[in-house]
């Protein structure tokens, strides 16, 4: 169970559809939005909470996130994180300065944001044993995995969709991709990406220092011609 908090600043947050009350102070917001997930959800712990957003200046994100801690420090909340951020310094600064460290980030997985390469974000989240996330993976993506005659033809030699190719690469980054599918079927399908992952038919992770981890080469397993082919599909010009 995982939810956020998103600041009432915030230029994309539905003003009419406040999970709190817009006039209080920003800790009592984040008060009443954790207290309405837990109410909402019929639940009295949420596996994580994440901040959604960059907030600034250092100040003010520092008590934002001392009250996520003090949901941790009651057993309320689990694992905290951010959403929407890319910029590693910022990411580094919470990190040394929170009690209860950062050990997601979930980030839109798209060209306009670099897929989080140049940054070199996802070596530092390695570095720090944090989880990435990834959403708008198919839909920010889709001249990829609909309409790419490459990726068509790998998702074939392994009998996959190309969405489940693409998915399959993005966890090959470390990353875990968020489907917001209500189809059961492609519902059923991005389950079994993961099932595939865990058994090593494909290549599961980066290896350190941004190689690929050794792994078994016989049938069944992707080279590294092929993952640089789905790269050069999505526009991601170096795996890190």
């Known amino acids: 169970l995982q939810t956020k908090f998103t600041p009432v600043d915030f230029r994309k947050q539905d003003r009419k559809r406040l999970p709190y009350d817009g006039s209080a102070n920003e800790t009592d917001q984040i008060r009443q939005s954790v207290e309405g997930s837990l109410r909402n959800l019929g639940t009295d712990y949420l596996d994580a909470v994440l901040l959604h957003h960059p907030i600034e200046p250092p100040e003010r994100l520092a008590e934002a996130w001392s009250v996520l801690e003090s949901f941790v420090d009651e057993g309320k909340v689990r694992r905290l994180g951010l959403c929407d951020v890319h910029n590693v310094d910022y990411l580094r600064r919470l990190h040394e300065s929170a009690r209860v460290k950062p050990t997601i980030v979930q ?6 944001r670099g897929f989080d390469v140049k940054n070199r974000l996802r070596p530092y989240l390695r570095e720090i044993g944090a989880h990435y996330q990834t959403f708008w993976t198919l839909t920010g993506n889709v001249r990829a995995w609909r309409r790419s ?3 068509a033809d790998i998702a074939g030699q392994y009998n996959m969709t ?3 190719i693409i998915y399959a690469f993005v966890m090959s980054l470390g990353g ?3 489907s917001g599918t209500k189809n059961l ?3 059923e399908e991005d389950l079994e990406v993961q099932r595939l992952v865990e ?6 992770k980066l290896g350190e220092g941004g190689g690929l981890r050794n792994q078994p080469t016989g049938e069944g397993y992707w080279n590294d011609e092929e993952r640089m082919a789905i790269a050069k599909e999505l526009g991601i010009s170096e795996l890190v």
Do not use: Y
């Open 107 to 112: 980030n839109r997985f798209h060209g306009n």
């Open 149 to 151: 005659e490459v990726v």
């Open 162 to 164: 190309t969405a489940q």
């Open 176 to 178: 875990s991709p968020l």
């Open 185 to 187: 079927t492609h519902m």
């Open 199 to 204: 058994s090593g038919r494909v290549l599961r």
